[in-house]
Structures are given as C-alpha cells and as structure tokens.
C-alpha cells in the first residue's frame, strides 16, 4: 500500500493525521537535518499502523516535505 505524507518539521508534538484514505500529515519535532527527520517520520508511522519500522520505505521525497510512503 503506498501513502502520501506531507512532513511538518520543528514541530510543538510529534502526531499523525490523517486527511483521507492515502493522504496524511506527520508533525515531527525534529529538525530535517542528517534524516532525522524521516527516522521520525517512519517511527511514528509504525506506531500508528501497529506495524515495525522495517515495513516502511520512503519511496520519493526523501529530501522534501510530500513524501511517497511504501507499506509492505
């Protein structure tokens, strides 16, 4: 299953939203330096979904904000 998120760094709380079936917002604490930020990103998805880390790729986006998020 793939996923679009939409990143928000330096955020106050790290949270998931979800904006319809394949669309989410993940606010992220961290700043985007050194991939920080994606490693966020994959953790908290894994929290939401109940699935482990390793069942998640950053398909595009590694560098921007949209991502294209693959769920095995």
Sequence with gaps: MKITVRVKTNARKNEVKQIDENSFVVSVSV???EGKANDKVIELLSEYFG??????TILR????????????
């Design 31 to 33: 700043p985007p330096i």
């Design 51 to 56: 699935k482990p880390k390793r069942c998640f």
């Design 61 to 72: 986006g590694i560098t921007g904000k949209t991502k294209i998020v693959d769920i095995a």
